[in-house]
């Protein structure tokens, strides 16, 4: 029995626009294959939505979200924005006032490295070879949402973290819900020694291990994580961190699955969930036609399971992005100069050789 869904697509901003189109047109090959009915609509959001309302996140685009059933997303951003930190104004404010509205308050970042691209990280494979992690990073809480003040000098400013603890109760269930269901080890990673924010969030975690006694619980500071995820990354399995923390050592991660094109993420609450790659607008190579579109792909195979639940599309998905690999086709961020029987090629070719391994 083929199931019905509403979907939102946001392209955004720089190859957002051009990686969408192929999570979207994956959607659509999985519903006429498994016969679902999905719906799209779209929306706007980021620079786009700046030169066209003056807002980063109009009304009707939020109204569109709170009636979907899930959100495919595509990046924001644009270069004037970081040239000129004086704009009141930011593509990023949109991002955030859409997670706070719809109670987006965990991530998930699935780090699974394809065999067929061991070549491509700068790490060596002997180290990375059966690395599979699955982050969990709060999202509505920390430095970004904290008060925020400069002083009227503008020589002096801060940013508030903060921290209740239900919101660091919430994520860590969720996080040892999906240990449970994986390898059972679960690595919370703060700054306790030096930050009364992560004292409460240790705290908080150790209570919520106490519910979860088959599940092994490490703490590590944020420092001392960043280092072993490069040097030794299959010992994680679950990572639970706070935003900021996860921000960054998420990103570095992408260094395990070779690139950034590589990776989707999720972003989930209690009803609608937000599906986006993580790799950011790239205006420098927007328009060129280069981008990697399987994040945006794997997005949408998130999308599958986590919110439709539906495994097997996710399943086939996934696999048909395998399949690919396989056979040698490589976007140039993940391709490899000294491999003879590599296909470099750019994004629409690239996901159309998707399409037919899923057909």
């Not at 498994?34 to 109204?63: C, Q, R, S, W």
């Not at 607008?281 to 981008?291: E, L, Q, V, Y």
């Not at 949408?300 to 599309?313: P, Q, R, V, W, Y």
């Not at 003879?340 to 690239?350: I, K, P, R, S």
Request: some cysteine.
């Amino acid at each position: 029995m083929g199931v019905d869904k509403k979907i939102l697509v946001i392209p955004g901003d720089g190859i957002g626009q051009e990686v969408t189109a192929w999570g979207q047109k994956v959607l659509e090959t999985i519903a006429v294959n498994y016969k679902h009915n999905f719906v799209f609509e779209e929306g706007i959001m980021g620079h786009v939505a700046i030169e066209a309302t003056g807002n980063p996140l109009p009304d009707e685009t939020l109204d569109k979200a709170r009636k979907s059933d899930a959100i495919l997303f595509g990046a924001i951003g644009h270069a004037k924005y970081d040239n000129d930190p004086t704009l009141k104004v930011r593509p990023e404010q949109g991002l955030l006032k859409i997670r706070k509205e719809l109670g987006l308050y965990a991530n998930l970042r699935p780090i699974k490295l394809f065999d067929e691209l061991l070549e491509a990280s700068s790490i060596k494979p002997e180290i990375l070879r059966g690395a599979d992690i699955l982050f969990f990073r709060e999202l509505t809480g920390d430095v970004y949402f904290g008060e925020k003040k400069r002083s009227e000098d503008r020589n002096t400013a801060s940013d508030l973290m903060i921290y209740h603890r239900y919101e660091v109760e919430r994520i860590a269930r969720k996080a040892y819900e999906a240990a449970r269901s994986r390898r059972k080890k679960l690595c919370s990673v703060d700054k306790a020694n030096v930050l009364e924010a992560s004292r409460l969030w240790r705290e908080v975690v150790q209570e919520i291990a106490k519910e979860y006694p088959d599940v092994e619980t490490e703490h590590m500071f944020i420092d001392n994580a960043a280092m072993q995820l490069v040097k030794d990354p299959k010992r994680f399995d679950v990572v639970l961190t706070a935003n900021l923390f996860g921000d960054i050592l998420t990103d570095e991660a992408s260094q395990i699955a070779g690139s950034m094109g590589m990776l989707a993420s999720a972003s989930v609450g209690d009803s609608t969930g937000f599906y986006e790659p993580i790799h950011g607008s790239a205006h420098d190579i927007a328009g060129k036609g280069i981008a990697n579109p399987l994040a945006s792909i794997l997005s949408a195979a998130l999308m599958l399971d986590i919110s439709f639940g539906l495994k097997t599309e996710s399943l086939r998905v996934i696999k048909a992005v395998e399949a690919t690999l396989k056979q040698g086709f490589r976007t140039m961020d993940i391709a490899n100069k000294h491999t003879e029987n590599h296909f470099v090629m750019g994004t629409d070719a690239m996901g159309a050789k998707v399409l037919e391994n899923l057909s």
